[in-house]
């Protein structure tokens, strides 16, 4: 009996094509699966809204650096904004008056200017005459570790360096003023 010898044709173009089309969905479907993981992730990290404030150093547009870790033993207000957020442009002046009011008394505000461009966000600031410290978050490090979930958002950190409160999206003056005078009552 001879054994028969069954040669496989080479593959096609078709073929060879159908394959590298397979490898390709299966890329993007890992990928896709992968950013859904993080997003997961993140949605259940939720806000960051106690606990340590993380560290950052910001490269102001005026010029220097302002460090977070340097303003321990003062009440900070971290403000997250973009030129081209609408609540943020309406409620900059009033921010503007509460930083005059309460720059005296121990209380720095700074502000982190969040997936704007340079010439969008020195000219908001000079619209609205913005004299608190300010600088852009460059790649978003600083906004991704507070987790912040857009703009306008608050932290409000005590003199040990703990996030006490976040406001996010606009609200009333009182509700800010209520925060810097809890936090200003503590004893150092």
């Known amino acids: 009996m001879i054994d028969e010898v069954v040669a496989t044709p080479p593959a096609t173009a078709g073929q060879?094509?159908?394959?590298?089309?397979?490898?390709?969905?299966?890329?993007f479907l890992l990928a896709f699966l992968a950013l859904l993981g993080w997003g997961l992730y993140?949605?259940?990290a939720g806000q960051l809204d106690h606990?340590?404030?993380?560290?950052?150093?910001?490269?102001?547009?005026?010029?220097?650096?302002?460090?977070?870790?340097e303003q321990r033993g003062k009440v900070v207000?971290?403000?997250?904004?973009?030129?081209?957020?609408?609540?943020c442009r309406q409620e900059a002046s009033m921010l503007e008056a509460l930083w005059q009011a309460y720059r005296g008394r121990g209380v720095?505000?700074?502000?982190?200017?969040?997936a704007d461009t340079e010439p969008a966000a020195r000219a908001f600031l000079e619209e609205f005459g913005i004299t608190y410290p300010n600088g852009p978050d460059l790649g978003t490090r600083i906004s991704n570790s507070y987790r912040m979930q857009g703009v306008p958002e608050k932290f409000?950190?005590?003199?040990?360096?703990q996030i006490r409160a976040v406001i996010i999206g606009p609200t009333g003056e009182s509700e800010y003023?209520?925060?810097?005078?809890?936090?200003?009552?503590e004893p150092d």
């Open 16 to 27: 060879k094509k159908s394959l590298w089309q397979r490898w390709l969905v299966w890329g």
């Open 77 to 87: 207000m971290v403000d997250f904004w973009a030129s081209w957020c609408i609540p």
């Open 108 to 114: 720095v505000f700074v502000g982190v200017a969040y």
């Open 51 to 69: 606990g340590p404030a993380p560290d950052f150093t910001l490269e102001l547009f005026e010029g220097g650096t302002f460090r977070l870790s």
């Open 156 to 161: 409000f950190i005590d003199r040990q360096g």
């Open 177 to 185: 003023h209520q925060q810097l005078e809890v936090l200003l009552a």
């Open 42 to 44: 993140r949605a259940q």
